[in-house]
T-cell receptor, first 114, second 114 residues
Framework: DQQVKQNSPSLSVQEGRISILNCDYT??????FLWYKKYPAEGPTFLIS?????DKNEDGRFTVFLNKSAKHLSLHIVPSQPGDSAVYFC?????????????FGKGTTLSVSS | KAGVTQTPRYLIKTRGQQVTLSCSPI?????VSWYQQTPGQGLQFLFE???????NKGNFPGRFSGRQFSNSRSEMNVSTLELGDSALYLC?????????????FGPGTRLTVL
């Protein structure tokens, strides 16, 4: 049962436009969320995070929005650049039987065309 | 500062064999986590080690095991390989077991089981 869902496997955007990547979660106990970016043949790199006490966090061109009532978060990239083309993973810190761990979505492949 | 290194980068094995993957964390980092990435399931948490102790374990069968040495290097072992174990295995290191936003990933080991 997928606790963190990224329902769009891919997204295509033109350079300069906004990219919006979406993520839904099922567990209302999740209180910290992260976005990672992954290029081919490289490991994921941390991009931006948000705590459940906030509804928005901004870092340069990247903004993450959190809607706790809808259990939904989104990553906005403005303006999009060709170098942003990568797989984006949404993750939540959740509890399992042994402690806490990162729970990832399946990822969304973003393609930014020039 | 050198990043997280994983060896080997690519590996081909046959069903029933066993395999050992290695991860060297960033100098000073004491926490190492392992993840499995497959197209169908995305990134899934395997286990986490901190100061040579397994602190957390994901929902994987006992064929998957790991250990951490006193220098923080970690190994992951998969016994009796199955076709479904074909995946990218990623390790990530951080200075503390809860520093998720400061977790650095290695490039991964691509395991193919024939």
């Amino acid at each position: 049962d997928q606790q963190v869902k990224q329902n769009s496997p891919s997204l295509s955007v033109q350079e300069g436009r906004i990219s919006i990547l979406n993520c839904d979660y099922t567990n209302s106990m999740f209180d910290y969320f992260l976005w990672y970016k992954k290029y081919p043949a490289e490991g994921p790199t941390f991009l931006i995070s948000i705590s459940s006490i906030k509804d928005k966090n901004e870092d340069g061109r990247f903004t993450v929005f959190l809607n706790k009532s809808a259990k939904h978060l989104s990553l906005h990239i403005v303006p999009s650049q060709p170098g942003d083309s990568a797989v984006y993973f949404c993750a939540a810190i959740g509890a399992n039987q042994a402690g806490t761990a990162l729970i990832f979505g399946k990822g969304t492949t973003l393609s930014v065309s020039s | 500062k050198a990043g997280v290194t994983q060896t080997p980068r690519y590996l081909i094995k046959t069903r029933g064999q066993q395999v050992t993957l290695s991860c060297s964390p960033i100098s000073g980092h004491r926490s190492v986590s392992w993840y499995q990435q497959t197209p169908g399931q995305g990134l899934q948490f395997l286990f986490e080690y901190f100061s040579e102790t397994q602190r957390n374990k994901g929902n994987f069968p006992g064929r998957f095991s790991g250990r951490q040495f006193s220098n923080s290097r970690s190994e992951m072992n998969v016994s009796t390989l199955e076709l479904g174990d074909s995946a990218l295995y990623l390790c990530a290191s951080s200075w503390d077991e809860t520093a998720y936003n400061e977790q650095f990933f290695g490039p991964g080991t691509r395991l193919t089981v024939l």
